[in-house]
């Protein structure tokens, strides 16, 4: 796999994801049907919808990830953004995932296909790679991946952004050790609350050296985010808008967060930032539909200093 990072603003290793989500008039219990009022396909995937965001803010980005034979229109929106892509091509399904919704609630179900594959790219990750980021992010709980890339990131002193996502409810005794080794070279960790509760379930979150300037953000939708640093802990509000759909919020944060850090907001400014990004997210159904650039998101970030 050719090295297609160089020169970059942002360096995103995660997953791609195919999403359907269904308006549907009722969620059936077990052996009962609903009808399906809408349909609708969207790009998704952690680490896509950070990359896609970051680059409609205008950064420079690389995605190290895996395609399944799948999602060659996926990939194609891709490379028209300008994302310098490194993906490695595998005989499978992408990642699917449904989305059953009513005004009540939803369920959903996700099919992981290719994407544990993506383990697989530790051979391609060499100091080249990293050396040419100014930040590197980490979507997903690819653990020996990611063990091996931020040791490379601490030599070249890149500033790492790591968001488990749903992983972390997944980790054996075993993958737990390894999170600790990987939160130890970390600068930013993000999670939600509900996966925040589990890392302190399993004391995950002590594992964030916060004397040495590490940063815990612990995002909570319309309710904002928590930021835990070593001088103590504070709020940031959420911008306030009617909410269609929240999946891939969390991921525009992210991208927003980075954005503004590398312009040198500082940490309050940037999780502002990051929240009047996901903002946009949240009004439309699919994690890449509502997506916009920097100058819209400055208005609501604005907004949200006032």
């Known amino acids: 796999m050719k090295n297609n990072t160089h020169n970059i603003d942002l360096l995103v290793f995660g997953d791609i994801c195919i999403d359907y989500f269904y308006e549907v008039d009722n969620i059936p219990r077990l052996n009962e049907s609903a009808k399906a009022i809408t349909l609708k396909k969207f790009f998704g995937g952690m680490g896509a919808n950070t990359a896609v965001a970051a680059r409609k803010l205008g ?15 996926y990939i194609s929106y891709l490379q028209n953004l300008g994302i310098k892509l490194n993906l490695k091509a595998i005989f499978g399904e992408t990642t699917h995932s449904l989305f059953f919704k009513n005004p009540h609630g939803f369920i959903s179900f996700f099919y992981k296909g290719v994407s544990e594959k993506v383990e697989e790219l530790t051979k391609e990750v060499n100091p080249d790679v990293i050396e040419n980021a100014k930040c590197v992010y980490l979507a997903r709980t690819y653990l020996n ?22 992983g972390v409810f997944e980790l054996s005794r075993e993958d737990e050790e390894k999170l600790r080794k990987i939160l130890k070279f970390v600068d930013v960790f993000v999670v939600n609350e509900k996966e925040y509760k589990i890392c302190k379930e399993k004391n995950l979150e002590e594992a964030v050296n916060f004397g040495n300037k590490k940063i815990l953000i612990i995002t909570k939708g319309a309710n904002g985010a928590d ?28 991208a927003g967060f980075i954005a503004s850090h590398l312009r040198n907001f500082n940490l309050t400014d940037c999780v502002r930032f990051g929240n009047a990004t996901a903002s946009f997210v949240v009004e439309n159904y699919g994690c890449q539909t509502s997506l916009i650039d920097w100058n819209s998101v400055m208005n609501r970030f604005d907004k949200l200093k006032k």
């Open 59 to 73: 950064l420079d980005v690389g995605f190290f990830s895996v395609a399944g034979h799948d999602a060659n229109d």
């Open 145 to 166: 991946l990611y063990q091996k890339v931020v040791k490379l990131c601490k030599k070249n002193k890149n500033f790492v952004v790591f968001n488990p996502g749903y």
């Open 227 to 254: 930021v835990i640093t070593n001088s103590g802990t504070f709020h940031v509000d959420a911008y306030k808008t009617k909410a269609i759909n929240e999946s891939g919020a969390g991921d525009a944060f992210n």
